[in-house]
């Protein structure tokens, strides 16, 4: 069984996963932000599963806005670059 299979069914569950995401988006610390990414990016890779449309389930779409608010006006040029654009 491959390393992303054995992610998805044995240690934790995508309906878990999904939660956990959205309540560390708020965070701004980079490193956790790209450690996320990560995770999405292998998840994503997987066959079985469709980030896209788990991703579009769990956003609150007003509160996604106020979050890149936020960003656009981090001290971070890197952040807010990645906001505005």
């Keep these: 069984m491959c390393i992303?299979?054995?992610f998805v069914y044995?240690?934790?569950s995508i309906e878990e996963f999904i939660p956990l995401l959205r309540e560390r988006m708020?965070?701004?610390?980079p490193y956790v932000r790209?450690?996320?990414?990560?995770w999405?990016?292998?998840l994503d890779s997987v066959p079985d599963i469709d980030m896209l449309v788990l991703l579009l389930k769990s956003i609150?779409?007003?509160r996604m806005?106020?979050?890149?608010v936020q960003r656009a006006s981090s001290p971070?040029?890197?952040?807010r670059w990645t906001a505005i654009t």
Excluded at 26 to 29: A, F
């Design 4 to 6: 992303y299979r054995m």
């Design 10 to 12: 044995f240690y934790v």
């Design 26 to 29: 708020n965070v701004l610390n």
């Design 34 to 38: 790209q450690f996320l990414v990560g």
């Design 40 to 42: 999405m990016t292998i």
């Design 60 to 62: 609150d779409y007003g």
């Design 65 to 68: 806005a106020e979050i890149l």
């Design 76 to 79: 971070d040029e890197f952040t």
